[in-house]
């Protein structure tokens, strides 16, 4: 998550995990809504394993290096039980699905999931996204880093 008028740096939100994979890989979210193979991380889990927190940590990192002024989702995949994580999508225009529509309230993006643990329902989460956003004028005038 970018900065906003709580927080002066870039932040991740809760993480959240995929099961119920096909062959490893999660099915896709038009087949199978996102609410019936994700859910958030137990708060017990997250304190006991440093590899979460560390996770989190370097996922605002990436945030930062790129300078986000929108929410991202960055993906990422644990290869073995108690290892590290390997980050290895950075998603800069996440899925937006949301519940509200007659027949669609189990329909929530990863990025609404993730929201849950911190109190927001989704429309808390986009009126987060409203209040950091930033105008076109100073979008235009972010530099990124130069590739290595």
Known sequence: MPPNSERTEHWSLPIVTRFNHAAGTAPYNGVVAVTANS???SQ??????P????TARQCAEVAKLLKATAPIRIDIRRFAPGSQFALFDVNVKPNMTGPGRPGRDDQAYLSALAATPIGWDYSQLL???LDGAVFLKELRSVHLPEPH
């Open 39 to 41: 859910k958030k991380i």
């Open 44 to 49: 017990e889990a997250h304190d006991s394993d």
């Open 51 to 54: 590899h979460y927190q560390e």
């Open 127 to 129: 009126e987060a996204m």
